[in-house]
C-alpha cells in the first residue's frame, strides 16, 4: 500500500528553545541535547549515532519501508530548520513537502515571512504551541485567537498557505480548543492540519474531554494527524489495542477521509520501528479504502495536488 508521511523532521543542528532556556547537543554525538537549565534529554534516538538528522537519512528510512513521500515539519523541541527543510525539499522535490515556522511575536516576524512565503515560495506554515517546546513556552501569556496570531493565520489564508498547529499536550496552557475553533471558523477558505490528533493521554477520565474537542473540530477545512499517538497513550503494549481503538474513534468522529498518516520520525525511532507505525494503522478496523485513504490519498491531495 502507497504511504505518505505526513508528520516527519530533519535536524540540521540541534537549535531547540522552550520553557527550560536553549537546548544544545551535549556535543558527544549520542543525540543527547541539554536544556538551560541543565536537564539532559536523549533528543536524537541513539541508533544514528549522530548530533543530526540529514535528507539522505530520511530519505533511506523512506525507501527502507517504501514510503512514497514525507512533509517535513518543524519544531522548537528541535529549533527552527527552515534552510535545512528548504534545501531538502529542492534537493529531493519527488519526495519531500515542507512547511515553513517562525516566531509571529518576533519584532523583525515581517521580514522572515516574506523571505519564506514569498520569496522561497514555501506552501504550508506550523506554529508549534506546546508549553515544553513551542511558542507558548516563549511566551505564557499567548492565546490562539489573539491579536497576533489571528493576524498570522489571516496573512497565512491569504497566501493559499496550509496551516499546521500543534497545540501541545492534552490539558496544557496551549491545549485552546475553543480558540483554535475560532481560527478555523473565520478562515472557512484555508486548510488546517492539527498534529498528533490532539495529543490524548490516554486516560479514560479524559476520554470525554478529548472527543468534544474532536467533535468541535470535526470541520471540513480540518485534517489532523495521528503521529506520536501511541506514545502519547502510553502504555498500549503491542498490538497496540488501544492504538486501534483511539485511530477508530477520530475516524468515527471527523470521517477517514480527515485522518492523515505521520510518524514524528525521528524521536518515533526511540521507542517503535517505522514499519510499527504503519502497522498501526493497517491493523485498525478500517476498510481497505479508509487505509489507503489515511495512509497516502489524504495527503496526496491535500500537500501534493494529487487525485
Known sequence: MRIIDTHVHIVAAIAG????????????????ARYATGSVIQLIPECFGADCVSAEDLIREMDRNEVEKAVLLQGNYYGFQNLATWDAMQKYPDRLGGAAMYDPYAAGMKRVRAHLFEELGFRAVKFELSIGSGLTGLHPALRLDDEVMTEAVQYAAGQGQIIILDIGKFGSPSWQ????R???VSHPEARFVFCHLLAPNGKTGDEAQWRQALERLALPNVF??????????????????????????????????????GTDYPSVLKEYRYEECVNMVLGAAFTEQE???ILYGNANRLFFGGQ
Not at 17 to 32: I, K, W
Not at 225 to 252: C, F, V, W
Open 224 to 261: 489532523m494527524d495521528i503521529s506520536s499517538l501511541t506514545h502519547n497513550i502510553r502504555p498500549d503494549p503491542k498490538p497496540y489495542h488501544k492504538t486501534a481503538q483511539y485511530l477508530e474513534m477520530s475516524a468515527g468522529i471527523l470521517g477517514a477521509d480527515r485522518l492523515l498518516f
Open 177 to 180: 480548543v475553543e480558540a483554535a
Open 291 to 293: 487505509k489507503e485513504a
Open 17 to 32: 528553545t522552550g520553557e527550560e532556556g536553549e537546548l544544545r547537543a551535549v556535543g558527544d554525538g549520542s543525540g543527547r
Open 182 to 184: 475560532s481560527l478555523v
